[in-house]
C-alpha cells in the first residue's frame, strides 16, 4: 500500500503563487509516475501534470508556463511550484502515485484563487 499526503494549499489572488506539496511513503516502488489532478466543482477530476521518477514531465495545456512539477527521489516528495494562478484554477488538488502494484489518490488540498 502507498500512503500519500497532500499539503500547501490554500487561498491566493489572481496573479499569486502557491506551492503544494505530496509526501508519499509505503510500498512505492522506485519506478513510478506521480501526478497531480484537479477537480473543480460539478467538473470531472482533470489531470494537471505528471511527473515519472526519471525526471519527464508533462503538463496540460492550460497550466504550461504556469505550473512546475517536480520531485525529490530521496524524500519520496512531490511538488507543484503554481504561479500566475487564474481563478479558474480554483478547485481541489489531488496527489496520485501509479506503480507496479496500483494506482494511488491523496485525499485533496484546497486551492482557491479569489481577489
Known amino acids: 500500500q502507498v500512503q500519500l499526503v497532500e499539503s500547501g494549499g490554500g487561498l491566493a489572488q ?3 503563487s502557491l506551492r503544494l506539496s505530496c509526501a508519499a511513503s509505503g510500498s512505492i516502488f522506485s519506478f513510478n509516475v506521480m501526478g497531480w ?3 473543480a466543482p460539478g467538473k470531472e477530476r ?3 501534470a505528471t511527473i515519472s521518477s526519471g525526471g519527464s514531465t508533462a503538463y496540460a495545456d492550460s ?3 504556469r505550473f512546475t512539477v517536480s520531485r525529490d527521489n530521496a524524500k519520496n516528495t512531490m ?3 503554481m504561479n ?3 481563478p479558474e484554477d480554483t478547485a481541489v488538488y489531488y496527489c496520485n502515485l501509479n506503480n507496479r502494484w496500483g494506482n494511488y489518490w491523496g485525499q ?4 482557491t484563487v479569489s481577489s
Open 63 to 65: 497550466v504550461k508556463g
Open 46 to 48: 482533470e489531470l494537471v
Open 37 to 39: 489532478y484537479r477537480q
Open 79 to 81: 511538488y507543484m511550484q
Open 108 to 111: 485533496g488540498t484546497q486551492v
Open 84 to 86: 500566475s494562478l487564474k
Open 14 to 16: 489572481p496573479g499569486g
